[in-house]
């Protein structure tokens, strides 16, 4: 599976990948599945990572916690 083209489509993917790396699967894994470079995976997800981290006001161990 590609990414597709609107961005809103993008955000559910991405939002896929973190729920699945939440629950155990790595990048690598995960990539394979949907046909893409493991770094594609691994740069996309980490960018939500530092993006809630910078914008949530929350404790950066929290905020770690709910990830992977």
Do not use: F, K
């Amino acid at each position: 599976m590609r990414v597709r083209d609107t961005p809103r489509d993008s955000d559910e993917l991405v939002l896929s990948w973190i729920a699945q790396r939440s629950g155990g699967i790595g990048p690598s894994a995960i990539a394979r599945a949907h046909g893409l470079p493991s770094q594609r995976v691994s740069v996309a997800t980490a960018r939500v990572l530092e993006a809630d981290l910078a914008q949530s006001g929350e404790d950066p161990e929290q905020v770690r916690r709910a990830y992977w």
